[in-house]
T-cell receptor
């Protein structure tokens, strides 16, 4: 399985943007970049995904490097409810399982 | 919004007993999964299920475990002869088609083996 590397933890102030990085230098051409988050005592929750182009949805934006070896999840205005563990996961065609790493624990400071 | 439902939310069982964890995936989804998360650790893949058969399983998913989709709506995980180390949160997930869609997770079943 292709591997991703994320910082163990990050902090951000409430109402400020948050940039969560992910390195995936061994990504293959058929790997999609998915982001999930896990709020305390809940199941993982889909955030966003992309292949090559930057993506936006109501929750976040995903910026993908031109060489696709890294990506950044952007929360435009963090709230206390965004405190969670964020996982960057590569999903390959024909192998749709999600392989979770340790993720980034995001703490929001009021 | 569609959701994956899991029952029970918490199950306590004695070591050596069999447990069945139940999941109702989203109705038009085709791929189904079980994951587990031991307290304080990462989410681990157990098994994936497609077209009424296991498509992939991890090394954790040994003969102690089995999955079934008995009636076209429920998706169950059976753990035979439970051990203390089976205590964990178990999450069910489903995906509608292939890779370019999101996975929906249930809220999990907390299994405590005593």
């Amino acid at each position: 399985d292709a591997k991703t590397t994320q910082p163990n933890s990050m902090e951000s102030n409430e109402e400020e943007p948050v940039h969560l990085p992910c390195n995936h230098s061994t990504i293959s051409g058929t790997d999609y970049i998915h982001w999930y988050r896990q709020l305390p005592s809940q199941g993982p929750e889909y955030v966003i995904h992309g292949l090559t182009s930057n993506v936006n949805n109501r929750m976040a934006s995903l910026a993908i490097a031109e060489d696709r070896k890294s990506s950044t999840l952007i929360l435009h205005r963090a709230t206390l409810r965004d405190a969670a563990v964020y996982y960057c996961i590569l999903v390959n065609f024909g192998n749709e399982k999600l392989t979770f790493g340790t993720g980034t624990r995001l703490t929001i400071i009021p | 919004e569609p959701e994956v439902t899991q029952t029970p939310s918490h199950q306590v069982t004695q070591m050596g007993q069999e447990v069945i964890l139940r999941c109702v995936p989203i109705s038009n989804h085709l791929y189904f999964y079980w994951y587990r998360q031991i307290l304080g650790q990462k989410v681990e893949f157990l098994v994936s299920f497609y077209n009424n058969e296991i498509s992939e399983k991890s090394e954790i998913f040994d003969d102690q475990f089995s999955v079934e989709r008995p009636d076209g709506s429920n998706f169950t995980l059976k753990i035979r002869s439970t051990k203390l180390e089976d205590s964990a949160m178990y999450f069910c997930a489903s995906i509608r088609t292939g890779l370019n869609t999101e996975a929906f997770f249930g809220q999990g079943t907390r299994l405590t083996v005593v």
